[in-house]
């Protein structure tokens, strides 16, 4: 499927998580939400769960958590396709247009939404 820089709201995002990024109840902490200094995600492209799993635990090890495009915008994140030389899909969530670290509101909104699908 062609990949181009477009976001639609449906499609997935996808995030290695590792143990300690998780909070007391097992789910995502905001830790796991702080990148360097933009938050990498695989985006899905409308690809099968399973699929983006197996290809992601190539490069990582942990868990797999995930959460869509419009969850982002929601939190008035803003989704940037960034391929890499190690993924195509490689993307990343930024605060906004203009700001790529995630503020700390906007990383306690979306940790709540991710969902985590590979334990």
Do not use: W
């Amino acid at each position: 499927m062609h990949i181009n820089s477009n976001f639609e709201d449906d499609e997935n995002l996808y995030r290695a998580i590792r143990l300690n990024q998780l909070d007391e109840d097992g789910n995502v902490s905001m830790a796991a939400l702080k990148g360097n200094p933009g938050l990498s995600v695989e985006r899905g492209n409308y690809r099968l769960d399973d699929k983006v799993v197996l290809d992601m635990k190539k490069r990582f090890e942990g868990k797999i958590a995930k959460i869509t495009v419009g969850d982002c915008r929601k939190a008035n994140a803003h989704v940037v396709y960034k391929p890499s030389k190690l993924s195509e899909y490689h993307s990343e969530i930024h605060d906004s247009k203009d700001k790529i670290e995630l503020s700390i509101s906007k990383r306690r909104k979306l940790c709540k939404m991710m969902e985590i699908i590979i334990n």
